[in-house]
């Protein structure tokens, strides 16, 4: 495979359920990022993460839970979530974010449904 | 704070000229991008600017002014396929990542 995957590609859950999303990226890139895309909304910018280390969190929810073990993986592990929660998260990578001339390689997003 | 415009929707016909603008006030700048997301796909990159002037990729050019805190996307010869939504991001000098607008949504029609 090559760029960025995510799993799943939809998810419905409940209130109460615990669950995880992955994204696995094939670029070599040392930055991943995880973005919350909302209808009607700009993409809004969750975590960072750069050469595994997290370097940003955008006033996150503790609900939301960002892990990176390697340069390649990244996950967001998700429990108690509300109805707002349902949105399209997107997983994005990029080299050294510390140059101002990357682009974001955006994964196909997993739709999110909390019933 | 951080706030980013753009045009929620525009129209045009095939083989058309579009334009698409941008306008933002950020804490400070570090590059601006325009990304074209097809309806439920991921967004993909189409141009980058961090200098003022005009950047020429095919059928796609984008422009910046960074005194104005203004940038245009310019679509020539459209097609079928150009309907998607395009999104505007400003990188600000603090931060690593971008920060987007809301996207305008452009449909083309034959």
């Known amino acids: 495979e090559t760029g960025v995957t995510q799993t799943p590609r939809h998810l419905v859950m409940g209130m109460t359920n615990k669950k995880s999303l992955k994204c696995e990226q094939h670029?070599?890139?040392?930055?991943m990022y995880w973005y919350k895309q909302s209808a009607k909304k700009p993409l809004e910018l969750m975590f960072v993460?750069?050469?595994?280390?997290?370097?940003e969190n955008n006033s996150v929810p503790s609900r939301f839970s960002p892990e990176c073990p390697n340069s390649s993986h990244l996950f967001l592990h998700l429990h108690t979530l509300q109805p707002e929660d349902s949105a399209l998260y997107l997983c994005?990578?990029?080299?050294?974010?510390?140059?101002?001339?990357?682009?974001?390689?955006f994964g196909p997003g997993t739709r999110l449904t909390v019933t | 704070g951080q706030n980013i415009d753009q045009p929620t929707e525009m129209t045009a016909t095939e083989g058309a000229i579009v334009q698409i603008n941008c306008t933002y006030q950020?804490?400070?700048?570090?590059?601006l991008f325009w990304y074209q997301q097809h309806a439920g796909e991921a967004p993909t990159f189409l141009s980058y600017?961090?200098?003022?002037g005009l950047e020429e990729k095919g059928r796609f050019s984008s422009f910046l002014s960074r005194s104005k805190g203004y940038s245009y996307l310019l679509l020539k010869e459209l097609q079928m396929k150009d309907s998607a939504s395009y999104l505007c991001?400003?990188?600000?000098?603090?931060?690593?990542?971008?920060?987007f607008g809301k996207g305008t949504t452009l449909s083309v029609s034959s």
């Open positions: 994005a990578s990029s080299q050294d974010p510390r140059s101002s001339s990357y682009e974001q390689y």
């Open positions: 670029l070599g890139h040392n930055a």
């Open positions: 993460y750069n050469f595994k280390e997290q370097t």
């Open positions: 950020t804490s400070g700048f570090n590059g």
């Open positions: 600017n961090v200098l003022d």
């Open positions: 991001a400003v990188r600000d000098w603090e931060g690593t990542a971008l920060i």
